[in-house]
């Protein structure tokens, strides 16, 4: 006669029985950490987990794809962060454990935002001088800064997969919001700048040996003003403005993931 196996739990056996009876133990997903800047934090989606101004959102990229990967996640990116402060204030969880590695920085580094808010202005006075300063920070000193960035995560976290992550472009020469004045032109400069940035930051990564996963082409057909937007156009609160919302946040995730996976 066969017994169950809590009724074969003599005190001889007790010891055996609590190992054999235990829940199996889970253990923890692979080290995931997603650094950078709004565009990782998840600035734009309209939902935090805190209060302050990282503004870290439960529809951000990074968390999607750590469910998705059974990953655990350290979430440290951060609204507002350039390369020095990723460099100096987000790498502390960063080991030879590390699986996998995200990272957007560079945007806020050659002041993208203050870009675009003086181009909406109803008198752009200095739309077009601020782009050309823009894009001569992006060839003479990003590089240098990405570099060092780079190199460092690459010695804290040896072992990891890391994925660089691009901006996209912003607008597609339509003007729709009637409180925001880009005109086609500014559009298609700003555009070209988002190109520049997006092809320094890849040549960077590349030369690290660093994926890097270019949102330009998934996020056509999704820009300000197109039909089904995956980036906010002007909004309150104006910090919301031009950050992808939790549709682009999704785009997002499919395009990280598979290249985590690759």
Request: with cysteine.
């Amino acid at each position: 006669m066969v017994f169950p196996l809590r009724a074969a739990c003599v005190p001889v056996l007790a010891a055996l029985c609590l190992v054999l009876l235990a829940p199996p133990a889970h253990a923890a997903g692979p080290a995931y950490t997603a650094l950078g800047d709004s565009y990782s934090s998840g600035t734009g989606t309209r939902e935090y987990y805190d209060s302050g101004s990282c503004q870290r959102s439960p529809h951000a990229y990074p968390v999607l794809d750590a469910a998705r990967l059974g990953a655990t996640l350290t979430f440290a990116a951060c609204a507002g962060a350039k390369v020095p402060d990723v460099l100096n204030g987000q790498l502390g969880s960063l080991n030879a454990t590390t699986r996998y590695v995200t990272v957007t920085a560079g945007g806020n580094d050659i002041g993208w935002s203050s870009i675009i808010v003086q181009c909406a202005k109803p008198w752009p006075y200095t739309c077009w001088g601020d782009i050309d300063k823009a894009e001569t920070y992006i060839r003479n000193t990003l590089p240098g800064q990405l570099d060092q960035l780079y190199a460092r995560i690459r010695t804290l976290a040896p072992n990891a997969t890391v994925a660089v992550v691009g901006y996209p472009r912003l607008f597609n020469g339509e003007e729709c919001n009637a409180i925001a004045r880009i005109s086609p032109g500014e559009q298609a400069e700003l555009n070209a700048a988002a190109d520049l940035l997006a092809t320094t930051i890849k040549a960077r990564a590349a030369a690290r040996g660093f994926a890097f996963v270019d949102a330009r082409g998934p996020f056509t057909g999704h820009a300000v003003c197109d039909d089904v937007e995956w980036i906010n156009g002007t909004s309150w609160p104006t910090g919301e403005s031009y950050h992808p919302n939790r549709a682009g946040h999704t785009g997002y995730a499919g395009i990280v993931e598979a290249a985590l996976r690759a």
